[in-house]
């Protein structure tokens, strides 16, 4: 029996309507458009409505990305939605997006990894299909993140956003698709980005917090670390690769990943100018941001990267 692999065939996102830009912020907080945009990169993000959550997020980038493949709501056999932000405790978002796209023919559930969750998501994806029980995967990374901020911390809130991007991943007996991936955790670092509360902690209700120093210098070496790796066990090297689409968290950040694994500017997928960083969606946002716009085409080798709060990091290589 030949060897079956996932490819990506759609994509879609969805960020919400209202946009707040960095000079709105600098009326709530002491800070300017000058400091979060040379210290970060980001110009704006989007808050979602009052009476939008997580899951009309997700819906609304997963219709995009299946119309985009040309594969009907009933055709989806595998649903997972990566988020830190979920609608509530339980049951999952993913099974609520499920309910609102009558997504009956999918098992569905959410997965948790902070801004690694879309990689992750798509690792688990691939096993799943590689098991020959499942065809036609949707993974959807979405936040509202605007719903766990302290609008009073300068630090924080100018940092993130809300929004949803998915990717629609099918079964191929071509070797196309997701070539290698390698995905890590290290639980020493829980408390350098967290929330602050949560059900079960002795803190009910809480809010981002991070030692931005800290996360940053993990991530300028994790990140071109585990990129290295995924390529080479896909036996290419870097210079193979034809776009990289690394986790939008801080340009300089992605500046510096660039500069260690000496990727040419022309090939990076920058968009966190337009929507800061928000978490599990940023790839896959940034994914369908470089299909629309041309700067990603059919067969291009794509290397994506993420690391976020746990620690977690992770980088997938794939024949696009
Ligand atoms: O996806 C999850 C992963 N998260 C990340 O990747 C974030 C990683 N970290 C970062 O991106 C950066 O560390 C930040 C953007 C969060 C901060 O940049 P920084 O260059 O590390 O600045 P800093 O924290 O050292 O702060 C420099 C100064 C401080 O003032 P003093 O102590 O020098 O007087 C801060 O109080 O900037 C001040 N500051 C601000 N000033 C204006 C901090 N936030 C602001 C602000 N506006 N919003």
Known sequence: MSEI?????GTGSYLPEKVLT???????????????FTRTGIKERHIAADDECTSDLAVKAVEKALENAGLKVEEVDLLIVAT?????????TACLVQKKLGMK????????AACSGFVFGLTIADGMIKSGVYKNAVIV????????MDWNDRTTCVLFGDGAGAAVLRATNEKKGILSYSIKSDGDYVDILKATGGPSATQTSGFIFMEGKEVFKLAVSRMPEISKEVVEKAGCSISDVDCFIPHQANIRIIDAALKNLDIPEEKVVKSIQY????????????LDIACKNGQLKKGDNVLLTAMGAGFTWGSVFLKF
């Not at 692999?5 to 065939?9: A, C, F, G, L, R």
């Not at 830190?84 to 999952?92: A, E, G, H, N, Q």
């Not at 929507?275 to 896959?284: E, M, Q, R, W």
Request: glycine share 4%; proline share 5%.
């Open 5 to 9: 692999y996932s490819e990506i065939v």
């Open 22 to 36: 960095n000079d709105d912020l600098s009326k709530m907080v002491d800070t300017s458009d000058e400091w979060i």
């Open 84 to 92: 830190i932000t979920p609608d509530l405790v339980f049951p999952s």
């Open 105 to 112: 023919n999918a098992v569905a559930f959410d997965i948790q």
């Open 141 to 148: 990374g979405a936040e509202t993140l605007s719903r766990i």
């Open 275 to 286: 929507h800061g960083n928000i978490s599990s969606a940023c790839i896959p946002l940034a």
